[in-house]
DNA sequence: CCATGCAATGTTATAGTGTAACATCCGCGA
DNA sequence: TCGCGGATGTTACACTATAACATTGCATGG
């Protein structure tokens, strides 16, 4: 995670783009959490550190992340993750355990292409993916457990 | 359409389900209007026809048609839209265009296989898959149409 | 050094999406 | 008829996200 918050701070350098303390904090709460975050919770957390804190300050600070490829948004979760390697060109695909909550990014090229020619075959043209596999990881598959506690 | 609620009070009956008058009512207006369409947009139509109606009564509806099939939820527009075969085990693999915010449903072996198979190599059983390839369709491809006005 | 312009943040209010909890109704079988 | 369970009505609220405008702060050229 410390690994994350320097390739973030290198590759912002290298785009010229300003990861200040606020995106910065929020980039490090978000990775803090090792399940998929919600904004309000977020906001909460940064708001025990700065005092006040409303809404936008933390969406917008979720908006650079997100375009600069450091965190996804998980839509079937409402909530956001830090993203593992943000340099490539990063398609995001997304382990959702019901179990445990945690979600894993895969990026699949077998996937990508698959459902890039699928829809190629339908005159399609895929510009933003959204693949979010809701199920069970292996922990809590061994586990047989329930719905998350 | 009318096929399609044809289809509907069938499987329906063959289940065991009851197709109420809202319900009815509620996937109607799913099919009736050729977009992805929102929860709160389905309110206010069915309160055109009924009076004041609450949320939970369109929810509620909603959530009976999701659980049999017959409509499908897009996580990425809080939208939902009809199933066109709801008898098959249906996947829900969703083209949404960003040019004029249609919606079509996929179901491609090929990427649900490329899919099962990649979240099996990382040890993980999807259970509920969500395939949203937001792009553009055909229509809007080739007008070079910009996003949805 | 100051002006000034732009990006970032602060602030307030509100829009949009979804559910909890409890009351009521209605049909059906014992 | 009574009671039961599923469906609906009703109220209130929780959660997610953005609009709109004010303010700050910093780089940059005059």
Redesign the pocket.
Known sequence: MAEALEAAERLCARRG??L????RRVLELVWRSHQPV????ILERLGRE?G??????????L??LIAHGLVH?I?SL??YIGCAHPDRDHIGQFLVCSGCGSAAELDDRRIDRAIRSGAEAAGFAVERPVIELAGRCPNCRERGRDART
């Open positions: 783009a300003r200040t303390e606020i995106r919600g904004a309000y919770t700065r006040r804190v409303a809404p936008p300050t933390v969406y917008r600070a908006d650079f948004r839509a409402n909530a």
